[in-house]
C-alpha cells in the first residue's frame, strides 16, 4: 500500500525557511509528477507548488521567488524549500503524488509563521 509522508514542518519566525519532504513508500514505481497545497484555518486547499514528470515546474503567485519544488527520483521524495516566509504561509501543507495511475495524498504537516 503506497503511503506518502511529509515531514520538515514546524514554528518558525517571519524571514525564515523551512525545507518540507515528502517520502513515497509502498511501491516499486517511482512518483511521476507531484505537488504541494496548503490549507490554512477556515480556507480552501490551494495550489502551492507542483512539478511535472519532466520536472517543469509551477507555482502560485503568492510563492514565486520564495518556494522551490524538486524531487529525488531515486529516494522517492518531494521537496518544497521555503525562504522568506511571511505569517500569511501558515497553514498544513500536504504532498499529492502521481504513482502509476493514481494520485495519493499524504497526512499533512503544520507549518506556523510566526513571532
Known amino acids: 500500500q503506497v503511503q506518502l509522508v511529509e515531514s520538515g514542518g514546524g514554528l518558525v519566525q517571519p524571514g525564515g525557511s523551512l525545507r518540507l519532504s515528502c517520502a513515497a513508500s509502498?511501491?516499486?514505481?517511482?512518483?511521476?509528477?507531484a505537488g504541494w497545497y496548503r490549507q490554512a484555518s477556515g480556507t480552501q486547499r490551494e495550489l502551492v507548488a507542483r512539478?511535472?514528470?519532466?520536472?517543469?515546474?509551477n507555482y502560485a503567485d503568492s510563492v514565486k521567488g520564495r518556494f522551490t519544488i524538486s524531487r529525488d527520483n531515486a529516494q522517492n521524495m518531494v521537496y518544497l524549500q521555503m525562504n522568506s516566509l511571511k505569517p500569511e504561509d501558515t497553514a498544513v501543507y500536504y504532498c499529492?503524488?502521481?504513482?502509476?495511475?493514481?494520485?495519493?495524498w499524504g497526512q499533512g504537516t503544520q507549518v506556523t509563521v510566526s513571532s
Open positions: 512539478i511535472s514528470s519532466t520536472g517543469i515546474t
Open positions: 509502498g511501491s516499486s514505481r517511482s512518483i511521476s509528477a
Open positions: 499529492e503524488a502521481f504513482i502509476g495511475l493514481r494520485n495519493f
